[in-house]
């Protein structure tokens, strides 16, 4: 049997198992959208490599060719995953998600709603077009586009003006982390060239084929170990599996708790690194025992966040009490334990706030009028994401072990989400991106109103109030061919944030 042929049924069999501006949006020129490159599932790159890197062998990526060449405006998972090798942002985020200067030069805030910056000299777009304010000025409304992946996160900034070599930013409210706000791509406002970037590669290409190339002209003058990077064209799951199945796509980056998890058949690493996704408990604030705080905060004790993190998780996400990831500065300033899995806590805090078993039936009753109440909650998920359900399933457990008389309800996405509108549930589990700036709504399954957790202070406010129970950060995991690279230290903004370090082997 063809050897390829053979590839691809075990991958099969495998898967069956200058001005101020209030942010009148530019006019984008209307170019047309690449054509479709055609499918190369289930063949290997048909074309010829001129340029191969000196370790021996090719390196690919999987791109979305239809996708939008603006990386402003891309939604394509696999063509953001690649752009921080060709565009540069003002910073990046370390993986404690702090913000890190790349593009941004002198950054200060000029009053609690104005903030300024300045790009730094003689760096240039691979056009040769040099690097100026009015760019950055041109990219932030871009990425404030409500079509733009940035828009949300940026819309607390309202304006922004140049003033020489300097943008000023003006913000509706104080934003002591505008800095980790400021990771879009920046891009030249000048240029016609497509994939037209600051950063440490250059986009080439030839006939049928796209490929990346070290800038000759980039402003860091550090080498790098990938010499020649092959675009690899897939818009289908089973292409992608295909292409690294035969060594075409050479890095994958995945969710492992996705429902459609994309894998390496066959022998891979893993290089996991944190994300901003929180999974967490929602609690309707209007029920006549959840609308009090100190409730809020013994069921906070009746989680083992560690155990949801290994068992349901398969240990691809980091337990948490606050709605800030935990490698985060702030979040290891801020004393936890009173809030952390401990049912003997529970009980005496439920007991403290009146919830006894008054008639001995296993159930804890509260006192409603003139009479006594069994305290009843559902906790509520959706089908379609099956770690949320088996994780009500195990709030469910753990809160009638205490005596709260609790069921899961495992629900259709539709009657899911209209009984959180209606709010026809007393807690549910689920899944929310926190902003980079810690703000966060104080429901976040509606908009009902906006914390911000950047100070101690804040996070200790939270805390009390408790609106929300924190459970777990998902982590994201980079996949490689084992043996092929060393070194990589993959974070939320850049997969390959500290490239010049690779290892690369044949």
Request: proline share 9%; glycine share 4%.
């Amino acid at each position: 049997m063809n050897i390829r042929l053979l590839a691809l049924l075990l991958v099969l069999l495998v898967s069956l198992s200058a001005c101020d501006f209030q942010f009148t949006l530019p006019t984008l020129s209307s170019e047309p959208s690449p054509s479709p490159v055609p499918s190369p599932s289930p063949t290997s790159i048909p074309w010829p490599v001129a340029s191969r890197n000196q370790s021996g062998g090719v390196f690919g990526l999987a791109w979305d060719a239809a996708d939008s060449a603006n990386p402003l405006l891309s939604h394509s998972r696999y063509n953001r995953d690649l752009f921080p090798l060709v565009y540069e942002s003002l910073f990046t985020l370390d993986a404690a998600f702090e913000p890190q200067p790349l593009l941004a030069v002198g950054f200060a805030s000029v009053s609690s709603l104005t903030y300024s910056l300045t790009v730094p000299p003689n760096v240039t777009f691979h056009s040769g077009q040099a690097l100026t304010a009015k760019d950055v000025l041109y990219s932030l409304q871009l990425a404030k586009q409500p079509n733009a992946p940035y828009a949300a996160s940026l819309s607390v900034v309202t304006g922004a003006r140049v003033e020489g070599e300097t943008l000023v930013i003006e913000t509706s409210r104080p934003c002591p982390r505008l800095a980790a706000l400021l990771i879009f791509p920046i891009v030249s406002q000048a240029s016609a060239t497509p994939w037209d970037g600051t950063g440490p590669y250059v986009v080439r290409s030839d006939e049928e084929r796209r490929y990346l190339e070290p800038n000759p002209t980039w402003w860091r003058h550090t080498p790098l170990p990938l010499q020649h990077i092959e675009l690899c064209p897939v818009d289908k799951l089973d292409e992608m599996t295909y292409l690294a199945s035969v060594g075409d796509i050479s890095l994958l980056n995945t969710d492992p708790n996705d429902s459609y998890a994309i894998t390496f058949p066959g022998d891979y690493e893993i290089w996991t690194y944190p994300t901003l996704s929180l999974y967490y408990v929602g609690i309707n604030r209007s029920h006549f025992l959840l609308e009090n705080a100190a409730i809020r905060r013994a069921l906070s004790n009746a989680f083992d966040r560690t155990y949801i993190a290994s068992e349901f998780f398969g240990h691809a996400a980091v337990p948490t009490v606050l709605p800030i990831p935990p490698s985060s500065p702030l979040a290891q300033s801020i004393e936890t334990t009173p809030y952390e899995y401990n049912l003997r806590d529970m009980a005496d805090k439920l007991e403290a706030i009146g919830l006894t078993d008054a008639d001995a039936d296993g159930t804890l009753d509260v006192k409603k009028g003139y009479a006594r109440v069994p305290f009843t909650v559902r906790v509520l998920a959706h089908e379609q994401d099956i770690v949320a359900g088996r994780t009500a399933v195990y709030v469910a457990a753990q809160l009638s072990q205490m005596g709260i008389e609790a069921q899961a309800n495992i629900l259709p996405l539709k009657a899911y989400q209209d009984a959180l509108a209606k709010g026809d549930y007393e807690l549910y589990v689920g899944e929310t991106q926190i902003s980079p700036d810690f703000s966060m709504s104080t429901e976040p399954s509606q908009s009902s109103g906006t914390s911000l957790l950047s100070s101690d202070a804040q996070a200790q406010i939270w805390l009390s109030t408790m609106p929300f129970i924190p459970l777990v950060f998902k982590q994201q995991a980079v996949l490689t061919h084992r043996g092929q690279l060393q070194g990589l230290q993959p974070t939320s903004t850049n997969l390959f944030a500290n490239l010049p370090q690779w290892t690369v082997h044949k």
